[in-house]
């Protein structure tokens, strides 16, 4: 045919060397050396962890590595692993960029993921890799571990990690937490663990520590729960994270109050989505929270009480914006009771059953568009126009 060319045999083989030639001379197409050396290295660091081999842990370098194996040594683990993504070498050093997966025994559906910087030498003599250093990445959190050694104490549905906490202190925490369980259990009637681990620190410090951000963006703020959204295989290994600056100020029913709140996130976390509302997620986890505590209305939600109490009826629910940790502390304060008086009203008047069935339909969306429209149609009969017109009712009907 026209425009074809033929190749002879001897040409097919001149044209494959050819490419050989070029493959092995353009760039990095092969395994990296060094990259390789060095996941050995961290491979050898993960067994120690799993098999608790001091010795073996500190073989593989860094000053006062054995310290830092000890900072770890009391958790539970039930999987250890390290991934290098990428390796920088400068002469016998070396920067590598590693994920660190790792599973708590018992708690955790799937691994923690987080990001590490571990820098190494090289000993020239013998030409082996050791860490010198393994930190945090830049934009990830600290683990426990880096804040220093980590006390574990267990309850019947809880495990309490802290550092910086006497035993007394944790049991404390392990105490609320197995109370807080089964109360978010006669709640929620979804699938969950039905356990929790909850995170200890020392400080506000050691808590913005754990969360990667700046200490005042907490400052006043007594737990956080962190985890992913989007679904059960999205979360795997929610962590209670607890200021204990402001969560000592707190009396005992407020304490309880707490940790129930984010125990229903733990619980709720595979059926939140980018589709929820704050006041949605927020409210309910406060409604489980106050559930059963003989609080008043008036009692469990002061500022809002007030506002209306002067004619200042809200004009709208809460919007995500309202629930920014930097806000006016009134006005975070109003959106918590706002979302929560809206799922007690819901709770109230359609049934608890109705309410959880609400919060399901809302996370089943992929996007927020349409999803709060769709889910009170289907679930409480009504458009979002209406429920805003019954919820400004039902605030009138309690503080006006």
Same mark, same amino acid.
């Given at each position: ?6 190749v002879?045999?001897s040409?097919v ?14 760039g ?18 993960a ?9 073996a842990y ?14 770890l ?10 991934r290098?993504?990428?390796? %920088? ?26 990001g ?8 020239g003599?013998?030409g ?9 990445? =830049? ?11 980590v006390?574990?104490?267990?309850g ?11 035993t007394e202190?944790?049991r ?5 937490a197995?109370?807080a369980?089964p109360?978010v259990?006669?709640?929620w ?24 951000s700046?200490?005042s ?5 007594a ?14 290994a929610?962590?209670v ?5 402001a ?7 407020? =304490? ?6 984010? +125990? +229903?996130?733990v619980?709720?976390?595979?059926d ?5 509302p ?5 409210g309910?986890a ?26 200042r ?23 918590? %009771? ?9 709770a109230?008047?359609?049934? %608890?059953d ?16 349409g999803?709060? %429209?769709?889910a009170?149609?289907?679930?409480l009969g009504?458009?979002p126009?209406?429920? +805003?017109?019954?919820w ?9």
């Open positions: 045919m026209a425009g074809r060319r033929r002879s045999g040409s083989v001149a044209l494959c060397l050819l490419l050989v030639a070029l493959v092995a001379c353009g990095r197409t092969g395994a990296d050396p060094v990259r390789a050396e060095v996941q050995r290295v961290l491979d050898r660091r067994a120690a962890v799993l098999d608790h081999d001091r010795a500190a073989d593989t370098g860094g000053t006062g590595a054995g310290a830092a194996f000890d900072n040594g009391a958790l539970p683990l039930a999987a250890w692993s390290y290098v993504r990428d390796v %920088e070498r400068t002469g016998d050093t070396a920067t590598a960029d590693v994920e660190l997966r790792y599973r708590v025994e018992g708690y955790d559906r799937g691994p923690v993921s987080t590490r910087t571990v820098r190494l030498s090289r000993d003599t013998a082996t890799w050791a860490v010198t250093s393994d930190r945090p990445a =830049k934009e990830s959190g600290q683990q426990p571990w880096d804040q220093g050694a006390r574990v104490v267990r019947t549905h809880s495990l309490v990690l802290g550092v910086g906490q006497s202190a944790l404390r925490f392990a105490d609320l197995d109370r369980v109360a259990s006669d709640a009637d979804g699938d969950w663990a039905r356990r929790v681990v909850v995170l200890v620190p020392h400080s506000l410090e050691g808590m913005a520590g754990l969360l990667g700046p200490a963006s907490y400052r006043g703020i737990a956080v729960t962190t985890g992913e959204t989007g679904g059960r295989e999205h979360a795997p929610d962590r994270i607890v200021n204990p600056d969560y000592g100020l707190l009396g005992d029913l407020g =304490k309880q109050v707490v940790l129930t709140h984010e +125990t +229903t996130h619980a709720t976390r595979a939140t989505t980018s589709a929820t704050l006041w949605l997620s927020e309910y406060d409604w489980v929270g106050y559930r059963g505590s003989g609080r008043t209305a008036a009692q469990a939600a002061p500022e809002l009480a007030a506002e209306v109490a002067e004619g009826v809200p004009a709208r629910l809460p919007t995500d914006d309202d629930f920014g940790f930097t806000a006016d502390a009134d006005a975070l304060a109003r959106a918590y %009771e706002g979302g929560w008086l809206a799922c007690r009203m819901i109230e008047q359609w049934g %608890e109705r309410l959880d069935a609400f919060y399901r339909a809302v996370g089943t969306h992929d996007e927020r568009a999803a709060l %429209e769709d009170m149609n289907e679930v009504m458009t126009e209406d429920f +805003t017109a019954r400004r009712d039902y605030l009138r009907a309690r503080f006006a």
